[in-house]
């Protein structure tokens, strides 16, 4: 991952398996999100092959990529919901544009996802009216929408309270276990990732490569990279606060 002659992270190797809960972590400023980015089809990597089963992204043709996509649903930080849009409406926007159903089995559709995420009955409500925890489990509705393989979530805890953000975590547990969905999480929230991470892969600024990958619960025992086993003992003193 580059900016033009500069180099973000490199070697980077890992795979994510399907079912995984897998998180993306590392401190502040270690690309984190920038690899959200790349691994969606956002950005191209400067190296490298980005596979999603044998096919590779950025070897695809355009048509090809769009299908890709159509398979990930994402949560930008904060939520990035419309703010003159209900919740209902949110939800709706991307069935609206990329499905041919009629109106009334979109607004269904939309009631039913907000509804699998605790906000049934919320519908006609606006990101205003609601609580931060709400709107984060809106934005996840939202991606939700076209029923994606795979869930990307960048930051979902962010700016929440901890009950707030157990309650996320929860929703997140439910969704992969209820679903059958691979869920990638960007977070620094350590409490998080030891609460739904069952997969990993830990980026260093320093090094300016990735130095550990495998079950958080695992590394902090068994790792041989002390930055990892620092960072994730703190992760476990906060829990246990």
């Given at each position: 991952?580059?900016?033009?002659?500069?180099?973000?992270?490199?070697?980077?190797?890992?795979?994510?398996?399907?079912?995984?809960?897998?998180?993306?972590?590392?401190?502040?400023?270690?690309?984190?999100?920038?690899?959200m980015r790349h691994l969606v089809g956002l950005?191209?990597?400067?190296?490298?092959?980005?596979?999603?089963?044998?096919?590779?992204?950025?070897?695809?043709?355009?048509?090809?990529?769009?299908?890709?996509?159509?398979?990930?649903?994402?949560?930008?930080?904060?939520?990035?919901?419309?703010?003159?849009?209900?919740?209902?409406?949110?939800?709706?926007?991307?069935?609206?544009?990329?499905?041919?159903?009629?109106?009334?089995?979109?607004?269904?559709?939309?009631?039913?996802?907000?509804?699998?995420?605790?906000?049934?009955?919320?519908?006609?409500?606006?990101?205003?009216?609601?609580?931060?925890?709400?709107?984060?489990?809106?934005?996840?509705?939202?991606?939700?929408?076209?029923?994606?393989?795979?869930?990307?979530?960048?930051?979902?805890?962010?700016?929440?309270?901890?009950?707030?953000?157990?309650?996320?975590?929860?929703?997140?547990?439910?969704?992969?276990?209820?679903?059958?969905?691979?869920?990638?999480?960007?977070?620094?929230?350590?409490?998080?990732?030891?609460?739904?991470?069952?997969?990993?892969?830990?980026?260093?600024?320093?090094?300016?490569?990735?130095?550990?990958?495998?079950?958080?619960?695992?590394?902090?025992?068994?790792?041989?990279?002390?930055?990892?086993?620092?960072?994730?003992?703190?992760?476990?003193?906060?829990?246990?606060?």
């Amino acid at each position: 991952m580059a900016f033009g002659t500069r180099t973000l992270m490199e070697r980077l190797t890992f795979s994510i398996n399907r079912g995984d809960v897998f998180v993306i972590m590392g401190g502040s400023g270690s690309g984190k999100s920038t690899l959200m980015r790349h691994l969606v089809g956002l950005h191209r990597p400067a190296l490298g092959t980005i596979r999603l089963g044998g096919t590779s992204f950025w070897d695809a043709d355009p048509a090809e990529q769009q299908a890709l996509q159509r398979r990930f649903g994402i949560m930008y930080q904060q939520g990035a919901l419309w703010t003159s849009m209900t919740l209902a409406e949110n939800v709706a926007l991307p069935l609206g544009t990329y499905t041919t159903l009629e109106r009334g089995a979109v607004a269904e559709l939309a009631e039913f996802k907000l509804a699998l995420v605790g906000l049934g009955g919320f519908g006609g409500y606006y990101p205003s009216d609601i609580s931060g925890g709400m709107r984060k489990r809106a934005a996840i509705a939202r991606a939700m929408a076209l029923d994606p393989e795979i869930l990307f979530l960048d930051e979902p805890s962010a700016g929440l309270d901890p009950i707030s953000s157990r309650l996320l975590d929860d929703l997140i547990l439910e969704l992969r276990d209820s679903l059958g969905m691979t869920i990638v999480i960007v977070t620094h929230e350590l409490a998080s990732i030891f609460a739904v991470g069952d997969n990993s892969v830990f980026l260093d600024t320093e090094t300016k490569t990735m130095i550990a990958t495998g079950d958080p619960r695992w590394l902090v025992e068994h790792s041989d990279q002390a930055k990892v086993r620092t960072f994730l003992t703190r992760g476990a003193r906060e829990q246990a606060a």
